[in-house]
């Protein structure tokens, strides 16, 4: 199904913040009305998308109960990976065609990822509060050791989620010395070529990095017990998605020892508040924390903007292109 033919069409973005001003968003290459929202709550959805054809959601749930008074709405793109956020099933059964955006992100969530290893591999965050508390001015020493501080090159990698963004941490992460495993599905009985049980990832690893889906299957894919197989020296890195972590266990392990350290920039619920079991223990030495921007440098919003708008425009054509319905 595309558009139908109409001297102007409506596109309503409904969280226009999530991509920063300073981005461009393409033309979009036919006649249309075009309507956006820095926010839109729960409560604004079906207001704001009456009368609308095409609609652009980040983060904005687009549930069953809403979809089913949008009887005029044939496109909903999604202008991120993840899409949990919108009903699918009911999409297939009423012909709503779904898209996402893939791979535009490829060198900064990557990289964010490795940042955050060094970070907790060598105690960067410790030793400037260390700094600022006047542990060096005490020491009277030209540099002071209070915390150990790790090498990256030669430790080993589990990457859990072999898509764009993990193999891509593979390749960033093998080009600073450090030994690649790719983990197979949690509960496969048998592994894939190239793929190692979930369970010795945990427990041979040195740092678990995390960018799976967020589905039934993935929900709290690291729990107490998971987190228990693990080295004590090892990280824990989840730029995927905060449900892929069971928070309080996580806490829990940060706090008894059972690893090392751990740097999470997705949660549960966003924006995250001091009910959230991280947030709660943001003061933690060994845990580093950052309101989901891992994907975020200006490159690949910029990539991301213009997937988003070339996939209008394929659909408009008749074209599917990164569709998920």
């Not at 595309?2 to 969280?15: E, G, H, K, M, Y």
């Not at 920063?20 to 729960?42: A, C, G, N």
């Not at 790719?182 to 960018?211: I, N, Q, Y």
């Amino acid at each position: 199904m595309s558009l139908p033919n109409a001297t102007s069409l409506r596109i309503a973005f409904l969280d226009r913040a999530t991509i920063p001003t300073q981005i461009e968003l393409p033309r979009v290459p036919f006649d249309h009305q075009w309507l956006e929202y820095d926010f839109t709550s729960p409560g604004q959805v079906v207001e704001r998308l009456q009368g609308v054809q095409v609609v652009i959601t980040n983060k904005v749930v687009l549930d069953r109960e809403q979809l089913s008074q949008l009887p005029d709405l044939k496109l909903i793109a999604v202008s991120a990976t993840g899409f949990n956020n919108v009903d699918i099933d009911y999409c297939a059964e009423r012909g709503i065609a779904v898209t996402n955006v893939q791979g535009y992100a490829t060198q900064s969530v990557p990289e964010h990822v490795i940042a955050m290893i060094f970070a907790l591999k060598r105690n960067l965050m410790a030793y400037h509060n260390d700094i600022a508390a006047g542990e060096w001015q005490r020491n009277k020493q030209f540099c002071f050791f209070t915390q150990p501080i790790g090498d990256v090159a030669g430790s080993t990698l589990a990457v859990v989620g072999s898509g764009a963004l993990g193999q891509a941490t593979a390749q960033l992460a093998k080009a600073v010395g450090m030994q690649v495993l790719f983990a197979e599905r949690k509960g496969e009985s048998s592994c894939r070529p190239g793929f190692v049980p979930f369970e010795t990832c945990l427990e041979v690893a040195d740092v678990v990095s995390l960018h799976c889906p967020l589905n039934q299957q993935t929900h709290n894919l690291i729990g107490a017990d998971e987190l228990s197989k693990m080295k004590s020296t090892a990280l824990l890195i989840n730029t995927g998605r905060g449900g892929l972590v069971d928070e309080q266990a996580l806490i829990w392990a940060l706090q008894q020892g059972d690893i090392a350290a751990a740097g999470v920039d997705v949660f549960t619920q966003e924006p995250a508040d001091t009910s959230n079991p991280l947030l709660a223990n943001i003061s933690l030495p060994n845990l580093l924390l950052t309101p989901h921007v891992a994907w975020g440098s200006d490159s690949s919003i910029q990539n991301l903007a213009n997937i988003l708008i070339d996939n209008i425009a394929a659909f408009a054509r008749g074209e599917k292109q990164n569709r998920v319905v």
